[in-house]
């Protein structure tokens, strides 16, 4: 049996849109179909999405299948799981794409299970050559892992939906060819059904997860001190995390550890309160996209690699930002 070198991407919406994660995914997915010689598919269960034909072709996918019924408003794992298997056993692209996004990272285990096909999880990298590569971060991001997919047929990947942008190039306005599904979901019996979701507590989420940090070093100097931090991270969101002199002093648990001998963490921001920039702490930071330091050491270290830096003595800016903070919000309140 020919296998097309056909690459897949799956998309997500949000608010009626379809989510930046996937517009970037039909970008990467056009740039592998081109290396394979294959062409590029989207497919997208759920709610109409006003311009959705254009916008995916645009990104160079040339076929759109669109599954819609009023059950798929909702990711129904199970139902999911059963429109997609389907559709992939039929169609047999080369590599099936998804973000690893909840979603990304709950759907593709089901499918590829069903599919006995192989699967890479979390993606930073995907290089095609004589086997098709998959470079993933093991070890807590410590190291990054090639893993070679010789199986024949289908393969399917989730890629980090942080590594993934969208394309600077002007693309031309091309209109994607749409099949519209309509399933029958009636006989379904759905023995999972998602409610909702819940936003994770910054207080307690993993820091490795979280998408802005606060972090600690000696500067902090006391546990008294530490409490206004800790409101400054609860004003804006953020997880506390901290170095090993931190920890040490008994402020952090080690599981809030940045570094070397703590985690790695990659957030979209990251606001380092008197810290002197150790390399066995940067090495925890270095997938970290924005980076603040606030230290009164003009000549620390901590400053070199940073896209803002304070400087500054902590137990002056910190109260002052939480009084603007709060100064914002009140103006809000009053709009
Ligand atoms: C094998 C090994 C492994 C290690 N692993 C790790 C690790 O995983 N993670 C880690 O973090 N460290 C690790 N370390 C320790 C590391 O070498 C540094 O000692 C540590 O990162 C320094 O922490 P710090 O920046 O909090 O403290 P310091 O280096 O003491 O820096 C404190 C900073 O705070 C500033 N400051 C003081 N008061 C204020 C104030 N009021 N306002 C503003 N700024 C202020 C100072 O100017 C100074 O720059 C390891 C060391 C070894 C040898």
Redesign the pocket.
């Known amino acids: 049996m020919t296998m097309h070198r056909d690459v897949w991407v799956l998309l997500e919406a949000e608010d009626k849109k379809i989510k930046s994660s996937s517009v970037a995914l039909i970008d990467e997915g056009r740039r592998l179909a081109v290396q394979l010689g294959g062409g590029l598919t989207a497919v997208f269960l759920g709610q109409t999405v006003e311009g959705m034909d254009h916008l995916v072709g645009t990104h160079g996918a040339s076929n759109l299948y669109f599954i819609h019924d009023e059950t798929l408003h909702q990711y129904a794992p199970e139902l999911y799981e059963r429109l997609l298997t389907q559709l992939l056993l039929g169609k047999k692209p080369y590599l099936v794409m998804a973000a690893a996004t909840s979603l990304g990272s709950d759907l593709m285990p089901r499918v590829a299970a069903k599919l006995k096909a192989p699967l890479v999880s979390n993606c930073v990298e995907i290089r095609v050559g004589e086997d098709m590569k998959f470079i993933k971060p093991v070890q807590n991001g410590r190291l990054h892992a090639t893993v070679v997919c010789k199986a024949p047929g289908t393969k399917m990947a989730t890629v980090d939906p942080d590594v993934l942008t969208i394309a600077k190039e002007e693309n031309q306005p091309k209109i994607a060819e749409v099949t519209e599904m309509r399933p029958d979901t009636e006989g379904d019996r759905l023995s999972i059904r998602v409610t909702g979701f819940l936003k994770a507590d910054h207080r307690t989420i993993d820091i490795s997860e979280a998408e802005i940090i606060v972090a600690i ?3 902090v ?1 006391s546990e008294e001190n530490f409490k206004i931090i800790q409101e400054f991270a609860d004003r804006i969101g953020a997880a506390i995390g901290g ?4 920890v040490d002093a008994g402020i952090l648990p080690f599981e809030r ?6 985690k790695a963490v990659s957030p979209k921001l990251i606001i380092m ?6 390399m ?2 940067t090495k ?1 930071i270095e997938n970290a996209r924005t980076k603040v330091a ?4 003009r000549q ?1 270290r ?1 400053f070199k690699s940073v896209d803002l830096g304070i400087v500054d ?3 002056r800016v910190i109260p002052q930002i939480i009084e603007h903070i709060d100064a914002m919000a009140d103006e809000e309140k009053g709009q």
Not at 294 to 297: H, L, S, V
Request: charged share 15%; aromatic share 4%.
């Open positions: 070093g000696r500067g100097g170095t090993r002199p931190a550890q940045i570094g070397q001998t703590g309160c008197g810290i002197s920039g150790a066995e702490f925890g606030i230290n009164m050491d620390s901590v003595d902590l137990n």
